[in-house]
């Protein structure tokens, strides 16, 4: 057998045996973490304690699919102060790769309202601080994120994954409204963040949970003192060209240290 048959079959089970290892472990786990999540949430725990729940998971989820962090730009983020965190979206395990990569910072999250249906899951997201919205209703949704957020700690950072869906090809694309409405009602800045390499390990509608290196590029906040409603799209065009940006450094880094980002430049 050829060394690169060799290395292709091992990586295949390697694969296999972590895709069997997150399917059993980390639902469970999700399981109880949610449950102690509402517990604390009900005994009035503050949102900083109840993130080290959400970064104890992340980082167990992590380290089941062998998955490695390269992260740059994590100064940029200031602790104790609350931004709209906008992300791009290659994967369900960019939220996740996103709270093990800024530990410091209190993350909440804009989720479908089918998530918030789950059993368990839905209220704990819920009761933790986590907002669903319908995305086809943007000032609908504006106005319950305002709600949520003029309920938060002031540390607390909502984070949108602007694109609304995990990309299927990999590319990155157009940007929804939501995020930066609310980012100028909030009156918080925004935090581009780009992520690569995590469509290469698990990608949308494929269950499959490969090992790999994840780059994570943090960019400078955005400012939105001075800006009103109208003032959206342009803040959503700005804030896409950062992420742009940010995800050509991150696919760059990735190609250096000899590994394919996978999808679309």
Not at 76 to 93: C, D, F, I, K, M
Request: proline residues 5%; hydrophobic residues 45%.
């Amino acid at each position: 057998m050829r060394p690169q048959d060799r290395a292709r079959l091992s990586e295949g089970a390697d694969t296999l045996l972590r895709t069997a290892a997150g399917l059993l472990v980390l639902p469970a786990e999700l399981l109880l973490y949610s449950a102690l999540g509402v517990l604390l949430a009900v005994l009035g725990a503050r949102s900083r304690l109840l993130q080290h729940l959400y970064l104890g998971y992340a980082r167990l989820a992590l380290w089941i699919g062998g998955i490695r962090l390269e992260i740059h730009g994590a100064e940029q983020a200031e602790p104790g102060r609350g931004y709209v965190t906008v992300l791009n979206h290659e994967s369900g395990l960019d939220p996740i790769c996103l709270i093990a990569a800024l530990p410091r910072l209190v993350l909440r999250f804009v989720v479908k309202q089918p998530v918030m249906r789950i059993p368990v899951l839905g209220h704990a997201l819920r009761r933790t601080g986590n907002v669903g919205v319908v995305r086809t209703d943007t000032r609908g949704d504006v106005a319950r994120v305002r709600e949520a957020m003029g309920r938060r700690d002031p540390e607390v950072s909502m984070v949108f994954c602007a694109e609304g869906t995990r990309s299927r090809d990999g590319a990155l694309h157009a940007f929804k409204m939501g995020a930066f409405a609310s980012a100028i009602a909030c009156g918080l800045p925004i935090l581009p963040v780009a992520v690569a390499g995590t469509y290469r390990i698990c990608p949308k509608g494929r269950l499959r949970l490969r090992r790999g290196l994840v780059a994570i590029e943090v960019g400078a906040p955005i400012p939105v003192e001075g800006l009103s409603f109208d003032d959206r799209e342009r803040l959503r065009d700005q804030t896409r060209e950062a992420v742009a940006r940010l995800r050509a450094e991150a696919r760059r880094r990735l190609r250096e240290r000899g590994q394919d980002p996978g999808g679309i430049d």
